[in-house]
């Protein structure tokens, strides 16, 4: 257990619909980083966040958005939904602003557009 | 563009017998390596890491090699064992000191019992 939690595990929805992931780091740990992976394209970086404030940007579109609260949780917002966006979403969580080190991933959020 | 990619898409050893799994990577300003271990359905665990100032790592049962020269990382995994069973990504950090790990597609290892 890496002590990221995701919710929900499985969610299945439309296209055009609008879902939100969230995540709670590991206790302690004020950077949040949020990954897709897909099939085709692997593992890929969408954005980080440390202490509530955006540090680093990926592949994200502009569909999507994400924001870290006060307590350090994390919402992955996406929406106008396309069958392409299906894939699994994972969160991870350091200790740190910069990256040198331990990514904790929880075990994914996995997304299903029909 | 930046780029980390595996030589092979599925590596199938024999229980007891040691692994290698290989990874090439395009950044030259990647300082930071690291090797993640995926089991099915769940999220990629860390398994070891190594600087650039560093040629080699090892840990339990597990070595990284890197060779700057060709751009190159391989993971060592001694006597291999069913639990060892998973899909294996390199990464690295380019030329961020954030978060932005790139990461390679992924090797299979299966092992036989």
């Known amino acids: 257990d890496s002590g990221v939690t995701q919710t929900p595990k499985h969610l299945i929805t439309a296209t ?6 969230r995540c709670s780091p590991r206790s302690g740990d004020l950077s949040v980083y949020w990954y897709q992976q897909s099939l085709d394209q692997g593992l890929q970086f ?3 966040y440390y202490n509530g404030e955006e540090r680093a940007k990926g592949n994200i579109l502009e569909r999507f958005s994400a924001q870290q609260f006060p307590d350090l949780h994390s919402e992955l917002n996406l929406s106008s939904l396309e069958l392409g966006d299906s894939a ?24 299903t557009v029909l | 563009g930046e780029s980390v ?22 950044n030259s300003a990647s300082d930071y390596f690291i090797w993640y271990k995926q089991e ?7 398994i070891i890491d190594i600087r650039s100032n560093m040629d080699k790592r090892q840990g339990q049962r597990v070595t990284v090699l890197l060779n700057k020269t060709v751009k190159h990382l391989s993971l060592q995994i001694a006597a291999t064992q069913p639990g060892d069973s998973a899909v ?8 961020s000191n954030t978060g932005k790990l790139i990461f390679g597609q992924g090797t299979t290892l299966q092992v036989k019992p």
């Open chain 1, 16 to 21: 055009g619909q609008r879902v939100t992931l």
């Open chain 1, 46 to 48: 969408l954005i980080q």
């Open chain 2, 5 to 26: 990619g595996l030589h092979l898409p599925t590596l199938s050893v024999q229980e007891g017998d040691n692994s290698i799994i290989n990874c090439a990577y395009s």
């Open chain 2, 40 to 46: 099915s359905g769940k999220g990629p665990q860390f």
């Open chain 1, 88 to 111: 699994l979403y994972f969160c991870a969580s350091s200790d740190r602003l910069s990256w040198t080190g331990e990514l904790f991933f929880g075990e994914g959020s996995r997304l």
């Open chain 2, 88 to 95: 294996y990504f390199c990464a690295e950090n380019g030329s």
